[in-house]
């Protein structure tokens, strides 16, 4: 199965961006896989994150894809390779990031927000794309981004609330990123089945 094809099947992809990251990232995932979410992201904003990152890769079941968002070096994304990661997640389009996974055999979904930029990361190899900031831009933009790009893979990623999902899947995502709307701040005890259970 492609990472398209499994992003398509799990409609969300959870984005574990926390300042206590390293204390709870495998608590994190135990209560997301408990509600359902089959796709997880460490960003690596942290110093602790890279750390965190390896640890999930080695704990989550197989059913589920772990990937690392805000790569941002070509370095970041050997260390990825590395660990096992299936994905590597992108704020911004950079096709040397592109082509240095496809020399890891890693997946790398680059950031896009303009027609321009969408041609420019099919023409490095992308398949997938995360259309961001999705929040601000709005539905109506990614469906006239759909337009001339029918068959574009987005997955709007920022500033999206968990109960929008199911209109950002009807128009045309293929997944949808949720970050401080699903995992916040604060205690890992989430009840995030209760939050997904329209967005499931």
Do not use: N
């Amino acid at each position: 199965m492609t990472l398209r094809e499994s992003l398509e099947r799990v409609r969300v992809l959870a984005i574990l961006r926390r300042s206590d990251i390293g204390e709870v990232v495998l608590d994190l995932f135990e209560a997301l896989h408990g509600a359902g979410v089959r796709a997880v992201e460490v960003t690596l904003d942290r110093p602790e994150a890279p750390d965190a990152f390896r640890r999930l890769v080695g704990h989550a079941s197989p059913d589920t894809i772990v990937g690392a968002g805000t790569v941002l070096t070509t370095e970041q994304v050997d260390m990825i390779a590395d660990s096992g990661g299936s994905f590597a997640v992108c704020p911004h389009l950079d096709p040397k990031l592109i082509e240095r996974g496809q020399a890891r055999g890693l997946i790398v979904i680059p950031g896009i927000s303009t027609a321009t930029e969408i041609v420019a990361a099919r023409a490095a190899g992308a398949e997938v794309l995360k259309l961001f900031p999705a929040g601000p831009l709005g539905i109506p933009y990614m469906k006239a981004l759909l337009g001339p790009f029918r068959d574009a893979a987005f997955v709007p990623t920022g500033g999206i609330a968990v109960d929008e999902v199911p209109a950002w899947i009807e128009a045309g995502a293929i997944c949808v990123g949720l970050g401080g709307g699903l995992v916040g701040t604060g205690s890992v005890d989430l009840g995030v089945e209760a939050i997904l259970r329209s967005a499931m």
